[in-house]
């Protein structure tokens, strides 16, 4: 038997029908700061979360902190010690409200970065003004005040109105509903970050209030009290709690939840752009699963081609030469085919020349690389084009 008669029967024989395209060999290649390439289909792919049906409701994946139930108060503790509290916080009617001198509601469980979806009412009597009017405020990690306020034609100091980063940053427009509807707060909180005493991040904090932005990436500057500014270098734990100020008034809260965000990457994200360290420890990791795979679960020139696509996370020199040997041996097989016999290889030819060129391109491919001469002659002889 014809020597490429027999490596086309063992290719076939690894291969079966025409091997599958890798979609790799197109975006810009991982660098120092990005582990994956451009449209990388190595990338994880996005959880699925099912949203709510309506604007406001939790969508799926949300820990939902207060749905209208006694039950839901488990999920809450009161920051005023027993002995100096007289009165709780309670739910009526599917609501939660304060009483005055119960003091601070938080969170049992702790939270960094977060989504928070809360909404709230101010109390029916309208008496006093400024901030003697339905005076709330929600806060993150008990430090980060987004103020709750009733400020429908009510003014007060622009940083203490409804919407601000309270002492920190007003709101940048006032979007609240009359006084007697509900009105929501959705919040991306992105917590400071500290690393070896140290901020790396000072964190901040969008609000959009009732659908509109009031609050744009704000950056935190150590959050704000009364008369006081906070000093930004102030340095803040990882997680804290969640909670609702008592400040007197009745304000009622409903619909309250709760998503943690994937880590930034400074924060040891696995997506977007890492230090160099995090870079390299994630690309070995990547190239490592790839090999694996193609050990494991590939043959031929699948296997040939997943390896040339492990290599632009890390060259090792192992999986380059299984690769290569693999691909020269089919190399000599397409340059014995005629025109009509190489109509059924044309996919396998597109394909090993998408690699070839890419892997050539940045210099991931050794100098003087065997393929490329040899691939560029096949392309021309059978007048097969692959974008480059």
Known sequence: MNKYITIYFLLFAFCGTPCAASNLFFGDPPDAHHPYAVHDRNRPQPAVVVPGAQYGDAPSDAIVLFDGTEASLSNWEHRKADSQRKRDWYVVDGILRPVKGAGYLAT????????????????????GEGQGRGNSGVFLMETFEIQILDNYDNPTYPDGTAGALYAVMPPAVNALRPYDQWQSYDIIFRRPIVRDGVIVDEGSITVLCNGVVVQDCTPLEGGGTWKTRADPNTLHPDKGSLALQDHGDPVSFRNIWIRPLRPRPIDGGSDGRLSVEATQAKRLQIAAEIRRDAAEMQEGLDQALRLYESLMYAVEPVALQTADAIIKDYLVYLESLDLNKFESEKKNLHDIAKAVIYLNKFSILPEEHFALPQVEALLKRFDLKVER
Not at 108 to 122: P, R, S
């Open 108 to 127: 049992k469980h702790k939270f960094g970065d977060v989504q928070l979806h809360i909404e709230w009412l101010a109390p029916a009597e309208r008496s």
